[in-house]
T-cell receptor
Framework: NAGVTQTPKFRVLKTGQSMTLLCAQD?????MYWYRQDPGMGLRLIHY???????AKGEVPDGYNVSRLKKQNFLLGLESAAPSQTSVYFC???????????????FGDGTRLSIL | KQEVTQIPAALSVPEGENLVLNCSFT??????LQWFRQDPGKGLTSLLL?????REQTSGRLNASLDKSSGRSTLYIAASQPGDSATYLC??????????FGTGTRLQVFP
């Protein structure tokens, strides 16, 4: 049972470089989310998707783009990385929207991204 | 704007103690509240989910309570064990369908 898989697990970038984080889920969930976790600030929602082909902005969307071309995959892109984007990124999926109908989200193990 | 606060930020207790973790939120208009566990280098695992109409939920040695009117929730861990050592996060789901997380309580249970 893979659940939610994130790749890569670690990455170091230089300022200005671009990269894509991949999230894959095998639970046939409609909803998928990208969060970032920073010390002292908790998890904050970057973008989310309510189904294949849809995306929406979360709390901190600036500097990121997302795509959901296939139901099982949710990609997070950084077009021009900045040191302020150094963080741990978590992907999550769920069968309903953020706990409605009382179904919790399932999380991946995170991607640790450092931008120099 | 909904804000979620967890106190204490860190807690160290000997094995066997019963302990209480606290979570407070500023806007009582929530749909549910969840408690998660996070192990170092890992993602979040959902422990308990309390609907806004409920007062508490129990799972094994864990009991979570919710007082929506006062904006508070507690996670009670009975007979703590070293395996309970982790960071515990609470999150509230508002009617805008966004999960707002607290900053967590880092728990260490020593033998």
């Amino acid at each position: 049972n893979a659940g939610v898989t994130q790749t890569p697990k670690f990455r170091v970038l230089k300022t200005g470089q671009s990269m894509t984080l991949l999230c894959a889920q095998d639970m046939n969930h409609e909803y998928m989310y990208w969060y970032r976790q920073d010390p002292g600030m908790g998890l904050r929602l970057i973008h989310y998707s309510v189904g294949e082909g849809t995306t929406a902005k979360g709390e901190v969307p600036d500097g990121y783009n997302v795509s959901r071309l296939k139901k099982q995959n949710f990609l997070l892109g950084l077009e021009s990385a900045a040191p302020s984007q150094t963080s741990v990124y978590f992907c999550a999926s769920g069968p309903v929207l953020n706990g409605r109908k009382n179904q919790p989200q399932h999380f991946g193990d995170g991607t640790r991204l450092s931008i120099l | 704007k909904q804000e979620v606060t967890q106190i204490p930020a860190a807690l160290s207790v000997p094995e066997g103690e019963n302990l209480v973790l606290n979570c407070s939120f500023t806007d009582s208009a929530i749909y549910n509240l969840q408690w998660f566990r996070q192990d170092p280098g890992k993602g979040l695992t959902s422990l308990l989910l309390i609907q806004s109409s409920q007062r508490e939920q129990t799972s094994g040695r864990l009991n979570a309570s919710l007082d929506k009117s006062s904006g508070r929730s507690t996670l009670y861990i009975a007979a703590s064990q070293p395996g309970d050592s982790a960071t515990y996060l609470c999150a509230v789901s508002s009617y805008t369908d966004k999960l707002i997380f607290g900053t967590g309580t880092r728990l260490q249970v020593f033998p």
